[in-house]
């Protein structure tokens, strides 16, 4: 069973900044794509970013273009999400995803990383 293990969370100056990171283990089929979501309290999940695991190919949801950068290292299967100019409304669980080929959705998610950013 595919599983995700995100670190790096935690408290932070507006302004400031965090990298968290997401290992996959026990994958035994082709990774797709892995990604970045966050849920705020109050809010539904929402997607942050992802990457294409053949060719790297990025999105990121508007409001974090230009302040978040998402990258991978093939061989270690872990992603990686560079947050800086954090801001307070950043504030949420961080949820690590990974989509496998072959599937169209997200099917296996990390236990979650909080990402708090104070004024």
């Known amino acids: 069973q595919v599983q995700l293990e995100e670190s790096g969370g935690g408290l932070v100056q507006a302004g400031g900044s965090l990298r968290l990171s997401c290992t996959a283990s026990?994958?035994?089929?082709?990774?797709?794509?892995m990604g970045w979501f966050r849920q705020a309290p109050g809010k539904e999940r929402e997607f942050v970013t992802s990457?294409?695991?053949?060719?790297?190919?990025?999105m990121y949801v508007e409001s974090v273009k230009g302040r978040f950068t998402i990258s991978r290292d093939n061989a270690k299967n872990t992603v990686y999400l560079q947050m800086n100019s954090l801001k307070p409304e950043d504030t949420a669980v961080y949820y690590c995803?990974?989509?496998?080929?072959?599937?169209?959705?997200?099917?296996?998610w990390g236990q979650g990383t909080q990402v708090t950013v104070s004024s």
């Open positions: 026990a994958v035994t089929f082709r990774i797709a794509a």
């Open positions: 995803g990974l989509r496998l080929y072959g599937t169209g959705e997200y099917g296996y």
């Open positions: 990457i294409t695991w053949s060719f790297g190919t990025t």
